[in-house]
């Protein structure tokens, strides 16, 4: 028995991934989607090979729509191992879908970690993410992490290094 499960473990493992398909999202998503792409061209690299998670799409609005986490940090671009990463973490775009169904970015920077807080829906209304950035966000140095929490909304964001 043992071994026709772990047979079966195999061949589940073994079976290809659905390929990701930039084209089942909107334009904007895409227009995020080709940073990888032009990133790993100016690196000098070759193929870009997507995570089938690279986006997520969770309403973060509360607003019933689809929103976008575009997340780079199982992206690979041949021959290049920090394209997308780096010690602030790996380049993460967050898009929101707005009433008129139009796509608008509100946060693009490198993310070590995020955490989505609250509940999910309409009644819960928008979602607060929790990101772990570099250190020098807070006024440290790049360990230990830094925390900042952020309610999203169609308005755009940014965190900003103390001077």
Do not use: W
Request: glycine residues 10%.
């Amino acid at each position: 028995m043992a071994a026709l499960l772990a047979g079966h473990a195999f061949a589940e493992d073994a079976a290809p991934r659905a390929a990701f398909d930039p084209e089942a999202y909107p334009p904007e998503v895409r227009k995020s989607l080709r940073y990888a792409n032009e990133e790993c061209a100016r690196d000098g690299s070759g193929k870009v090979t997507f995570a089938p998670d690279t986006v997520r799409k969770p309403d973060l609005t509360g607003d019933g729509r689809d929103d976008y986490i575009v997340d780079f940090r199982d992206t690979e671009c041949a021959g290049s191992e920090a394209v997308y990463c780096g010690t602030g973490g790996c380049t993460m775009e967050i898009l929101v879908t707005l009433p008129s169904g139009k796509v608008r970015s509100v946060f693009n920077d490198r993310v070590r970690v995020i955490e989505i807080l609250d509940g999910q829906g309409p009644a819960a209304g928008p979602r607060t993410i929790r990101f772990a950035l570099h250190g020098s966000y807070c006024g440290g140095h790049g360990n230990p992490s830094c925390y900042k929490e952020h309610r999203i909304t169609a308005k755009p964001f940014k965190f900003v290094e103390p001077k």
